[in-house]
């Protein structure tokens, strides 16, 4: 890791996550023969999980924005192409950020944030914000600031 960057996101939920729709797109092909009800409604159940699971994404905080993956490649965002900034631990496991400029399926990026045990129960009570959500929209008012 290079020296400035700060992580955002977990690399390891991100990994289960994308591991966990391999597993199922893989079980679903093994096992499709025909089209009958018990695949067409697991096929349904696969493509929600796999829509919801989408915006999951892990990266690397810098001074220029955000560089992330939510699969393989590797993307970036500027701290002005940032909309808004989200932290509900309790309801998307994290750092949801909304991004302007983009189509429709890639305006949401999803950070699962692993901290420690003491400080989840705390942020998951409300009680606390994370350093690194704080530094994020901190960078996103300073580069709306320098627009202005």
Known sequence: MRIGLKPVGSFRLWLWTRAIEVVAICWWFSQWRSLDFFNLSFLLILVFVALALHPVAYGQADARGIWFRRYGIQGH??????????????????????LSGLPVW?????FFLNPELKAAVSEFRGQSIPELVTWIQSRIDSSREQNS
Do not use: D, H, N, V
């Open 77 to 98: 965002i500027s701290w002005g192409q940032i909309e808004r900034i989200e932290w509900k631990p309790w309801r998307y496991g994290g750092l949801r950020l909304f």
């Open 106 to 110: 890639r305006r949401t990026l999803i």
